[in-house]
């Protein structure tokens, strides 16, 4: 059903403040009615003639469903990014979010902005440099950093050399950690499927177990081994484009670059924008990994902090199906809102995280987020339709009218009786208008 005023005080500034208060201990001793909204959780909407604003809490993580052109950027995006009381991460296909707020957030923050453009969407000049080989100091690690460029071709090479293609790429990556190499290096070798060198590597700094598995592939039957190589290849081909490597390997002698530290991110306020186009062979399986990489370590941060980040670190995963996938967010949505990691995830359509995630996958991210939101321009017919359903029936008295036969003929016989019809059918659900949002929030 649709939500009476009462059903709403969980989302009302007064209830979000007492929480804050409890959730965040930085806060104790505040007086809650001197804190601001954005002290105590990020926007959802307003509602009604007076425009009662409505917070989500920061232990919420979002899920929203909204098309193209719906107004997500200036409703959702520009608000989060200039209202978080932490660091923010913000991922995006265009230069808008940034455009709209990084001068501003510099302003109020006075902290570092960081801009991850390899493609050149807001023309950033690069100043910094990430590692993504820094934190690989297990096999499980070079295992995650390989899935980010996997799952990109995982959907269009099928279930046989996807994995074989992610087996071989964590085994490179972890040659190249152990030997002092970048991911130049995992691409050189992925382009010579003859060469011994990374297992020589493994062997010489103690993996032998990974260096036997190299030789393996490595002598696999021809076919089989060049369908290996394919796909991982095919995974890194970013890696081909010095324009994107250059913002992943070290600098040159004489460049004033600096390298950003993954760790002291989520303790600050500073911000983090990460750019990327669409389509193969962009910065994309990058952008998947350092949010990925600032995500965990926010985690790593609060666990040593007593549980929990404060102030919150906000992470604004816009585009998330195109330019951010991360094969396991929907089993990482179950905690990160507890650590004061919170999320909100952007999708075009349920859909396309299906595409991503798979239908199970899908389900899992969608039910493990507390937070809802269905904008404008849903044109799934079956989605609109389950949300129809999940919103509800409600009574409906029909009249109607009858007339006798016989020797009364003509006569009218009125009657009432009440029928069950949907709060909100599906076409109603796609003709949101801009501006307005259905939001389902967990318990309420």
Request: glycine share 10%; charged share 20%; aromatic share 6%.
């Amino acid at each position: 059903m649709l939500a009476k005023a009462k059903d709403l005080q969980a989302l009302s500034v007064r209830t979000r403040r007492q929480q804050a208060v409890r959730l965040r201990p930085s806060l104790a001793g505040t007086e809650p009615k001197n804190l601001r909204p954005a002290d105590i959780g990020w926007v959802l909407g307003a509602l009604g003639k007076g425009a009662m604003p409505l917070l989500a809490g920061f232990e919420d993580v979002g899920v929203a469903i909204m098309a193209p052109r719906s107004g997500k950027t200036t409703a959702y995006g520009v608000p989060l990014v200039l209202d978080a009381p932490g660091a923010v991460i913000a991922t995006s296909n265009k230069a808008d979010l940034w455009a709209a707020t990084a001068a501003l957030r510099a302003q109020d923050t006075g902290e570092r902005v960081w801009v991850f453009d390899p493609q050149g969407i807001a023309h950033a000049p690069r100043t910094w440099w990430w590692n993504p080989l820094a934190a690989v100091n297990s096999v499980e690690e070079a295992e995650r950093l390989a899935s980010h460029f996997v799952l990109t071709v995982e959907g269009k090479d099928g279930d046989i050399w996807g994995p074989a293609g992610a087996s071989l790429l964590s085994t490179l990556i972890m040659a190249a950690k152990v030997s002092g190499g970048t991911l130049l290096d995992v691409y050189a070798w992925l382009n010579d499927d003859s060469d011994p060198t990374p297992g020589t590597l493994l062997r010489r700094h103690g993996h032998p177990l990974l260096a036997k598995e190299f030789e393996g592939t490595r002598t696999m039957a021809h076919e089989t081994r060049a369908s290996v190589y394919f796909t991982a290849r095919t995974a890194t081909k970013c890696l081909r484009n010095p324009q994107i490597t250059s913002w992943v390997t070290p600098p040159l002698p004489g460049e004033d670059v600096e390298e950003i530290d993954t760790a002291a991110f989520p303790l600050s306020r500073q911000t983090l924008y990460l750019l990327s186009k669409d389509g193969g062979g962009s910065a994309a399986p990058l952008v998947a990994a350092l949010t990925d990489r600032m995500m965990r370590e926010g985690v790593q941060a609060a666990e040593l902090r007593g549980g929990r980040l404060d102030p919150p670190m906000m992470v604004l995963l816009d585009e998330a199906a195109n330019i951010c996938r991360i094969g396991d967010l929907p089993s990482l949505y179950s905690h990160l809102g507890s650590r004061g990691v919170i999320p909100l995830t952007i999708l075009q359509s349920y859909a396309q995280g299906v595409r991503v995630w798979g239908d199970t996958g899908m389900k899992a991210l969608w039910g493990a987020a507390t937070v809802k939101v269905i904008g404008s321009g849903i044109d799934d017919a079956s989605f609109a339709d389950d949300l129809s359903r999940l919103i509800g029936d409600h009574d409906v008295t029909v009249a109607s009218v009858s007339y006798s036969e016989g020797r009364s003929e003509g006569r009218r016989t009125r009657s009432r009786s009440p029928q069950q019809r949907r709060i909100l059918p599906a076409s109603e659900i796609r003709a949101l208008p801009k501006g307005r949002v259905l939001v389902m929030t967990t318990g309420a």
